[in-house]
């Protein structure tokens, strides 16, 4: 769990880079400033960096293409989580999945084949 909450912080100092010059104190963040009471009581250093983002807006922070971009930047952010099978296992999944898709397709043939038989018994 340490491992993620490290990785969100490196995301959330990433943000705060892009939109402008950023104090060593606003990224690495005080323990007082986290808690809800700091929030509460108007902590200047948590409402500076609230404000920190609110200056010039880009192309790419508004409307369709900002928000296209955000989801292109998690999808990236997820399929980096993902723990991709070895070359072994999906060539051994590929190969179980060809053998069950003929057994599977012998086995449709023989019984379409049996019924189209019997229907024409039936008919003449």
């Known amino acids: 769990m340490g491992r993620l909450l490290r990785k969100k912080s490196s995301i959330r100092k990433k943000k705060r880079q892009e939109n402008g010059s950023v104090s060593s104190s606003q990224i690495n963040g005080d323990a007082a400033d986290k808690t809800p009471d700091a929030r509460k009581k108007g902590n200047e250093s948590y409402l ?67 019924l189209n038989s019997l229907v024409r018994l039936v008919l003449q």
């Open 48 to 114: 500076q960096r609230k404000s920190a983002g609110t200056g010039k807006r880009s192309l790419f922070s508004t409307g369709y293409l900002g928000k296209g971009l955000q989801f292109l930047r998690e999808v990236k952010a997820e399929l980096k989580k993902v723990t991709w099978p070895s070359r072994k296992q999906t060539i051994g999944s590929t190969v179980v999945v060809i053998i069950l898709v003929m057994i599977i397709s012998f086995f449709l043939g023989v019984v379409d084949i049996g």
